[in-house]
């Protein structure tokens, strides 16, 4: 059974930094491709950033480039997010998923993905 625990959020001025970080367990993690999405009050989910495991591959959200980083540990089998230069905009519930043809479909999303419970991100102004 999929299962993922996001942490490491909070609230942050803006200009500031983060790291998301996502637990990953019940499935061969080198497999997999793990993604970020996000979802913010009165919004759809959006797509932030996902990594092949594999290969180290990864794909960005033209909002995030530049500024979010997207790595993974296969020795803790976790993923991070770390985000710089954070604005208001980047305000949101954040929640990692898992499948091996995640990034293929990145930055849309499969039905049945396992979802985190999330983790707040607040960006003040």
């Known amino acids: 059974e999929v299962q993922l625990v996001e942490s490491g959020g909070g609230l942050v001025q803006a200009g500031g930094s983060l790291r998301l970080s996502c637990a990953t367990s019940?499935?061969?993690?080198?497999?997999?491709?793990i993604g970020w999405f996000r979802q913010a009050p009165g919004k759809e989910r959006e797509g932030v950033s996902c990594?092949?495991?594999?290969?180290?591959?990864?794909r960005y959200a033209d909002s995030v480039k530049g500024r979010f980083t997207i790595s993974s540990d296969s020795a803790k089998n976790t993923v991070s997010l770390q985000m710089n230069s954070l604005k208001p905009e980047d305000t949101a519930v954040y929640y990692c998923?898992?499948?091996?043809?995640?990034?293929?479909?990145?930055?849309?999303?499969?039905?049945?993905?396992?979802w985190g419970q999330g983790t707040q991100v607040t960006v003040s102004s």
């Open positions: 998923a898992a499948d091996p043809v995640l990034c293929d479909y990145f930055p849309g999303e499969l039905p049945y993905y396992t």
């Open positions: 019940g499935f061969t993690f080198d497999d997999y491709a």
């Open positions: 990594i092949m495991v594999s290969d180290g591959s990864t």
